[in-house]
């Protein structure tokens, strides 16, 4: 299984990004994804987290910022965060799990938010 991670990048404070994660390599749906982040010195974070039923919750610290969807055909999972701040630069990682239990890491993607 690869879980293939984009969109990172540098940006602006306000600015928006679009991170993407798709899992290759696997017939079966994962119920629940999800977007963690780490920063440095810091632990790592959940930011999202979306079920196959497309229940989401979100960090109060990115509530009404960032949007968590998923393509439940493509297992692929997507984070748009706008109104980035410079508290938002860190590098996110996407985690997914299956009813089973099998759980998988991407390999996490750099965003830079510069004031």
């Known amino acids: 299984v690869q879980l293939q991670a984009s969109g990172g990048g540098l940006v602006q404070v306000g600015e928006s990004l679009r991170l993407s994660c798709a899992a290759s390599g696997i017939i079966f749906r994962f119920n629940y994804m999800a977007w963690y982040r780490q920063a440095p010195g810091n632990q790592r974070e959940l930011v999202a987290a979306?079920?196959?039923?497309?229940?989401?919750n979100y960090a109060d610290s990115v509530k009404g910022r960032f949007t968590i969807s998923r393509d439940n055909a493509k297992n692929t999972v997507f984070l748009q965060m706008n109104s980035l701040k410079p508290e938002d630069t860190a590098v996110y990682y996407c985690?997914?799990?299956?009813?089973?239990?099998?759980?998988?890491w991407g390999q996490g993607t750099l965003v830079t938010v510069s004031s």
């Open positions: 979306i079920t196959s039923g497309r229940s989401a």
């Open positions: 985690y997914v799990r299956h009813d089973s239990g099998l759980n998988y």
